[in-house]
């Protein structure tokens, strides 16, 4: 008996199946830290590459600052010295040969100091005594030695310094003491005090002094070399003196300058101020201003042409690079990468590589110049403006340097990248 076949089953109806929304589809936003990694990947994975490339922008920026902070420390240097030559000083006093003598007013340094761009104001005046080794020395050996009273801060003015014992201050405004130039020094026999053993005796204007200090030469004002300085009230109350300066010493704001030398006159001596001569700024002013523009001109034209050597040390790299990768650029399309993926990718690995030629040129740079100013014994001076703005610009270069680059590689399909790769 043959059993009927069974009629096959009717298949399971399909389930409808919905298409995927089109937003679906778009590639995932990266997060800054995948951004990186990917950026990273070139870094990582060619390290020599990286090394050399890296290399070649950071003697770019070595360079940049090398040639900025080393003419900037030598400048410094050179200011320095223009500086000592008293390129902020001014010089007031009555002309010396005047009959009747013109006697400025006792308040005259405190006259000048009421200018505005004035800084400091100090004051000696000529006693007119005498001095000598000692009562019985013949007084025509100490000929041409000046007795000058003078206020106590008279050295930071004259930019002058004590060679051996101190210079006067208010603890010594009570008692007859003396400080020597160093040509009156010479002179008198005393060149050098022994620490902590008895002061000297001179003997000025009939009064025994006792000798404190010796000064350093000044050049700034040979007269002093060849004075025998003592306190402003000492000189009052042991050499008669009527306590009128003879000489003003002003410093002020070196580009007011000119503009305080021409009120002093009228500032110190009202009555008659053209009798008054100031003077005239240094010369070695113009100089330092001149050297000052001269230098600043020739660091900017430095930098720009140093920044300009690392910027295409930057694009050649990157070019080399997306040439060198097409076949990972191609993979990465084909596993699904977006365009706007690729170029954030290399743009990523270009500033990676300006940050770190950056920092290590920046590094070495330094270095460099540290040694070569301790070397020369110079002020170290580091324009912290150029450091910072030259590692900004190095960044925005790299990145401008790696847009082509970038661009050109997200242009690639898949099939025409793997292909050429």
Known sequence: MTTPATPPSAPDPQPDVEPLPRASLRPARLAFPDVLALGLIGVRTRKARTALSALGISLGVATMIVVTAIPASSQQALLAQLSAMGTDTLKVQPPPDQKPPVLLPADADAMAARIGPVTGVSAVANTHAEVHRSDRSDPADYAGLSVLASRDNLLPLLDAHVASGRFLDRSTDRFPTAVLGSVAATRLGFTRLAPGGPAPQIYVGHRWFSVIGVLAPTPLSPDIDRSVLVGWEPARTELGFDGRPTVLYVKAEEDQIEAVADVLPATVYPEL?????????????????????????????????????????????????????????????????????????????????????????????????????????????????????????????????????????????????????
């Open 273 to 421: 101020p053209g009798v008054v001569t100031v003077s005239r700024p240094s010369d070695a002013l113009t100089a330092k201003r001149k050297t000052k523009n001269t230098f600043s001109a020739l660091f900017l034209g430095l930098a720009a042409v140093a920044l300009l050597v690392g910027g295409v040390g930057i694009a050649n790299t990157m070019v080399i690079s997306v040439l060198e990768r097409r076949r990972e650029i191609g993979l990465r399309r084909a596993l699904g990468a977006s365009r706007g993926q690729v170029r954030l990718q290399f743009l990523t690995e270009s500033v990676v590589l300006s940050a770190l030629g950056g920092l290590a040129g920046t590094a070495t740079g330094l270095l460099a110049t540290l040694a070569y100013t301790a070397a020369h014994g110079w002020p170290v001076a580091l324009p912290l403006g150029v450091l910072a703005g030259g590692l900004l610009s190095t960044l925005a270069i790299g990145a401008l340097a790696g847009l082509y680059p970038a661009v050109r590689a997200s242009r690639l399909s898949p099939t025409e990248a793997l292909a050429t790769g």
